[in-house]
């Protein structure tokens, strides 16, 4: 059943907020099985309302990065050398990719690591934004900003999922197809996990 979320900003975060406390950046703990330690990133999960309506902030990534070319992602990128805390690394690259200063985002919480097979650990933090802003994309890293409906997260027709062998245990892969888009990956996890944690509100 889809949940029914409040158009007001206020209602919305108190809604959500609470399906979020169980995580702490300080008590996240260390997936076994990496020779290496994982190269920390976060990433940033926005709620942007729109004509009455929420959606998520996806990018689709410009031909020019290095890696993950003309995929569809959330904001975010890995931490700077000059970054104190992951929280930082996701106001840095939200601000840098698609112009969303931090006092336009009400910081509601944070989502459990997501672990890459390239060897990254995703922290994923979630974001309010309210009132109207103005995006401004980095060009050379995001080709283009996409608004994802919340409501759209809830339609089983587009997301398709399926069990993969995954080292020593079985995992369901989800992906989400949405009016030529294909999510997959490390954000379609996301996408999977929020839409989980918000079926309580």
């Given at each position: 059943m889809k949940p029914c979320f409040s158009n007001d900003v206020c209602n919305f975060i108190n809604q959500i907020q609470p399906a979020l406390s169980q995580y702490s950046e300080i008590s996240n703990l260390e997936k076994k099985g990496f020779t290496v330690k994982p190269t920390d990133a976060a990433v940033?999960?926005?709620?942007?309302?729109?004509?009455?309506?929420w959606n998520i902030i996806l990018t689709k990534r410009s031909k020019k990065v290095r890696s993950h070319k003309s995929e569809i992602s959330l904001p975010g990128g890995t931490k700077d050398i000059k970054d104190l805390r992951l929280i930082d690394t996701a106001i840095r690259e939200v601000k840098e990719e698609i112009g969303l200063?931090?006092?336009e985002i009400h910081i509601v919480g944070q989502m459990h690591p997501v672990y890459t097979k390239t060897g990254y650990k995703i922290s994923p933090f979630v974001g309010v934004v309210s009132g109207q802003v103005k995006f401004a994309i980095d060009k050379s890293e995001v080709y283009e900003l996409i608004k994802f409906p919340l409501s759209e997260l809830y339609d089983d027709a587009i997301n398709k999922k399926e069990l993969k062998m995954n080292d020593e245990f079985v995992e369901v892969v989800s992906t989400y197809s949405y009016q030529g888009y294909f999510i997959f990956g490390a954000t379609a996890k996301i996408l999977s996990e929020i839409k989980m944690l918000l079926m309580v509100v």
């Open positions: 940033f999960l926005i709620f942007y309302r729109e004509f009455g309506k200063h931090e006092k």
